[in-house]
DNA sequence: TTGTAGGCGTTATCAG
DNA sequence: CTGATAACGCCTACAA
């Protein structure tokens, strides 16, 4: 009565009961789990039986220990934009999902002197499978070497190939930020305002590089006095938009290099009684939530972060993935962005 | 050359290496590490003086294979609204700062018949040390159920206590918009429309019985016809909207149950022409980006998730966390919210 | 108060 | 191809 468990009383199947029942080694188990080569047809036969008629599962501490390396893998960020980390961890997950992985999540701070310590400490004790790294830290060399040495695999996430194409994702920033912007010029505007990102990254570089090739592309002049600076921040938006928007030449669309700011342009363009897009045209950069949350909703690059995330994480783990591997190439770097066009631009 | 490593060549200092220098046995160092009340001064001594010069660790792998406990908290939740989550862990993670603990994100299908076998097997498989629950599933008992059966710790999380205080964590959903409704109708507004949430869930129930009795406190009547169906999503608060405001005696103010929701009834009223706050006062809950970043900026209920994930992770793990622990109250299962006074609506 | 022997469940070594 | 035997690093039981 209540005896539901199999063989023993105990608690799960171990490498032994397996071993017992099929009339092998440990070691023989072992070498199936592991999917080693050299193995009889027939064992190979006989261990899976065993396997499936206890239901076997290795347990992943114990090869933790063996192996020294524990069944997750981490998620390495510092990134001030929620959404974007989110995102990334859904593609993530559903990589990794009907494995027996875990994901991991770590935020670290870019400006703190101990950061290296830090991630440091952290692989050492976790011990993860590997780690994906978003920008900005994945453009960190320091913090790459650091994994090379300690000998954990890395992805690095970023707005361009930052590493060989085994070790990195990237996204077309630049390309379509030119697509985007080569569209409104075409469509008959000339004088485009920008809100920069924050300097010292790479994805405000290319978003900018974008710009400015759209306007070097189609022979148009450039003004200079319509690029303000922003930190990627709501209020930076806001200010960089006041700062444009407040002046008798006022450009007719600003494109902001993140949603986030684009909202802030919003607002400053809502309290000056600028109609948009009548008046004025917005564009952003990521299609967060945010974008089809204001008013009116946000014409913007979707910026692939989730599929980023899934490509980086089947990239890290393929080994552990079933047949679902063979659906993504593994060697592909670029997941392309597109435009979504909502109300708050249009391009025709 | 190049032999920086103390004592063996090999990689980080054993528990063997502490206990030869220390002069000890193996176990003494175990019970030191395990902070056990029988060694003497001395002892204790010389082994945390060992330790710290060999700058040891424990190895966690070895500890989670003889505990067969990982060190880990799980993040278990089914939400549809990212924000939360996000907030969520960040609180949590600020709680677990400094320690060794990590942080695994576990999304599950609430709506998949496997849902509980999913469960099951990622505690068996990845054993953490605890899992936390976020609404709404953290209102299933057959979950809750599930962690006691396998001996996993577990803090549930709601807007209401969901459990005994050692278990559980929540918000005052209902008090504050009891509060919220109340000054809107202290100010002299009497018609105020609702969205409601999702049926079958505990926050909109709570949210709800704060609006209905913050009426009947009041002594004011309520119109059932200004109450829509809603379902916590942006589409479903811009159709409620539309319902509520395309109608002569329309509401001179709606109160939508999560800010998602607000931003809907938002765009809604910017459709319609009307001027918010003029025409119409908005009020959302949760206090979201989006909140921020809406035009107008939305008064709404600042939903404390973050601090509930510190306090949630605090509770859960308090034997490993230092002097920090000693900062909150282990008993404290409520989390105040509190109002935040944006653009939308004023209570002057 | 401390130490010894054995176990946690897996993998590596190396001989057969 | 397969299997004893010894790690992996820590913890529990029991003995001293």
Redesign the interface.
């Known amino acids: 009565m209540g005896d539901d468990d199999n063989s023993r009383g105990q608690g799960?199947p171990t490498i032994n009961d397996v071993a017992a029942l099929a009339g092998v080694s440990k070691k023989t188990v072992s070498r199936f789990i592991n999917k080693s080569p050299l193995m009889s047809d027939a064992t190979r036969e006989k261990v899976e039986q065993a396997i499936q008629q206890l239901d076997y599962?290795p347990?992943?501490?114990?090869r933790?220990?063996a192996l020294?390396r524990?069944f997750?893998i981490?998620l390495l960020h510092d990134n001030p934009n929620?959404?974007t980390?989110?995102?990334f961890?859904?593609g993530v997950?559903s990589a990794i999902k009907d494995t027996?992985l875990?994901?991991?999540?770590?935020?670290v701070d870019r400006i703190s002197p101990g950061l290296l310590a830090d991630i440091e400490s952290?692989l050492?004790?976790?011990?993860p499978l590997g780690v994906l790294i978003l920008p900005p830290i994945s453009e960190r060399d320091d913090i790459v070497e650091l994994c090379k040495r300690l000998d954990v695999a890395y992805i690095r996430i970023g707005s361009t190939a930052l590493d060989d194409p085994a070790n990195c994702v990237a996204s077309n920033d630049r390309e379509v930020v030119h697509e985007l912007i080569s569209a409104m010029l075409a469509k008959g505007l000339k004088r485009i305002g920008f809100v920069r990102g924050p300097e010292g990254f790479r994805s405000p570089i290319e978003r900018e590089s974008g710009f400015r090739d759209a306007f070097t592309d189609c022979g148009m002049p450039l003004e200079e006095s319509l690029i303000a600076q922003g930190n990627y921040r709501?209020g930076s938006g806001l200010d960089a938009g006041r700062e444009l928007l407040d002046r008798n030449d006022r450009p007719r669309a600003i494109f902001a290099s993140n949603d986030?700011m684009a909202?802030g342009v919003?607002?400053a363009a809502?309290e000056l009684g600028l109609a948009v897009p009548g008046d004025l045209e917005v564009l952003g950069f990521d299609d967060t939530?945010?974008a089809?949350?204001?008013?009116?909703t946000l014409t913007t690059v979707h910026w692939p972060i989730e599929e980023m995330g899934r490509l980086a994480a089947t990239k890290l783990v393929s080994e552990f993935l079933g047949n679902a591997t063979h659906d993504c190439n593994l060697n592909q770097v670029v997941v392309p962005s597109h435009i979504v066009e909502r109300a708050s631009a249009k391009f025709h």
């Not at 050492?124 to 011990?127: G, I, L, P, V």
């Open positions: 799960a599962v347990n992943p501490q114990a933790a220990l020294r524990n997750m981490a929620g959404q980390v989110l995102n961890q859904k997950l027996e875990a994901l991991a999540v770590r935020p952290y050492t004790k976790q011990r709501f986030e909202s919003l607002h809502h939530a945010t089809s949350h204001v008013w009116p």
